[in-house]
């Protein structure tokens, strides 16, 4: 049985911009929005607008809880996705080469790959979330559950930019509670994990069949690899993964070899270019729609790296 994090209290007092390690307290300004343990391991769960309240503030609507439950192997049913949501999205939206910003977010990403995920969350099943593996500031997981009320997404970074607790780190974290809290009404429900990925995927911390995984976390080639094949028990039988800044060759290499080991039959694949214009797919995007599949099955060879 999977261990749980220790519950941590919600704190709702007013904020005051600032982060104090040693009380375990991150608090933004100007949002109203107050987390407890920021740190790694702590877990924050946004539900839905409707549930979103501050007894001491009217103004308030969102609130940080720590502590989400892990995933027992009961409770991982298979998802339903049944036909190829990537492939009809980008063909319905002429690949997105028209898209515009959908939010108000620095990041690393472009229109075309923000409004890719959110039309893919869009067509998630009930049963089945959306997975995104480093979130940085929060560009690409707001983009994807802005108005997609009752989806289901889940994000996971451990800021280690520099330092997880001085510097860019803590400023990227910083920025990703504000930016949650601004389009909190906007947003489906967002489970958000502090954490690495490997604890996240080891600790069995995603509670639905993942419909959709866009992994945009350590790029090296080991972690790459490591993405693809922790990931792959938690998918649906069917699912979309999509893989960021496909121009990098290791990366290429690495999922490709990730997707093979990870026994995920590829029934259809596209490699989306970029040249990190906003007009472009960034730093490109590799997409796949995958099928689990038994040791003994054939699996189709991924794109040559």
Known sequence: MNPRLPAAPRCLAPATDQCDQATQRCEIAATGLTGAAPNEGASWALRGPQQWHDPCDARVRVSLVIGAP????????????????AKAVLE??????AARPLVNIDG?????????????????????????IGTYKGLTLISAALDNLGKKCVGCDKFRLISSTTG???????????????????????????????????????????????????????GTYHGMVAAAPYLSERAVVAVDDWNDPTIRRAAARGLRDAQLRILWQRELH????????????????????????????????
């Open 168 to 222: 860019i780190g803590v400023m990227a974290k910083r920025a990703l509670m504000s930016n949650l809290a601004r389009y909190g009404g906007r947003l489906g429900d967002i489970a958000f994990h502090h954490t690495t990925s490997r604890r996240l995927f080891a600790r069995g911390l995603i509670d639905m069949p993942v419909g959709v995984y866009f992994y945009d976390g350590d790029h090296s080639r080991a």
């Open 70 to 85: 892990p995933l027992s192997a009961a409770r991982l049913a298979r998802g339903t996705m049944k036909v190829n949501i």
């Open 274 to 305: 970029g040249d990190h214009s906003l007009g472009t797919w960034w730093n490109g995007l590799g997409v796949f729609f995958v099928e689990k599949s038994p040791e003994d099955k054939e699996i189709e060879a991924p794109f040559a790296p």
């Open 108 to 132: 690393l990403s472009s229109p075309r790959v923000c409004n890719f995920l959110n039309r893919l969350v869009s067509r998630l099943d009930a049963d089945e979330c959306y997975l995104e």
């Open 92 to 97: 319905e939206h002429r690949y997105f080469v």
